[in-house]
């Protein structure tokens, strides 16, 4: 298990961190959520010891992480960390080398990743001559090629182009295959939806809301109905009783039940007006559970 546990930090009266904790399991993908400048980047730099926790402490198997432990991480920063004037291989191999590597395995990891991440024609390059996207995708290769037992990066998806995006995509999914435990920070939100077994949204310096996204939707709670009845008169689904109508526009309309009203009442109610196109529970997408989760609530706001 990679954990991050009661992560307390502060930056003068800026109390960033207030106690994060979440767990990887090896072979999961989570994906970590928050607004912008909600304290992603200072996690992840408190676990690759970049910056000092007040208190709390990151552990892999058991372990606080140290400099020895680090050096098995597949780290990438949000700062980029590439030297502009070396060839793109030759500084695959020197990371690689600097996680351990023979010579030999770091000539052929670098030879790997430049293929796998579309950079095939360029290791002759030097970086600061690759465009953003391209310079972005070195960055990866760098924190993939020392064969990671964990990987934590930082905005990896950020630029790409969705060529780009699918191929970092596979490369995280088959590490997560191999046992690796992912964390990777994004405001993608649809993407960390597609890719992540667990989400975990930071806000107010906590964990406010974290597990699967179908674990998400349960407690977020609120049952939503999509019903489309094209003759329908406006107003409608108003008459039906325990139903409030989210929207509706031209026979397409959102509505919300109360606990204990039966959804067939509503189909009924529905048919009476005629044709029922479409009529089926609407599941929120990771953008309207993260904007409820990081919504201050009216307690906190008063
Ligand atoms: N070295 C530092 N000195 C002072 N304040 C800092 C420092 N690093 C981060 N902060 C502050 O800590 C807070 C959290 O920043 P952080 O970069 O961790 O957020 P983030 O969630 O990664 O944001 P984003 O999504 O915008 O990248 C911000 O208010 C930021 O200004």
Redesign the pocket.
Known sequence: MLEFDGLVKS??D?R?LQGVGFTVAPGQMFGFC??????????MRIAMGL?RADAGEVRWRGQALDEASRQRIGYMP?ERGLYPKMKVAQQLAYFARLHGLSSADAAVAAQHWTGRLGLADRRDEQVQKLSLGNQQRVQLAAALVGRPEVLIL??PFSGLDPVGVDSLAEALLEQCRAGVPVVF?S?QLDLVERLCDAVGI?ARGTIVASGTVPELRAAEGGRQLRVVVPDAPTGWAGAVPGVRVVSEQRGDTLLELDAGTDDQAVLAAALRTGRVTHFGWREPTLVELFREAVAVPPAVAA
């Open positions: 930056y003068g800026n960033v928050g607004s912008n400048g909600a304290g992603k980047t200072t996690t910056a949000e930082d905005e920070s405001h930071l």
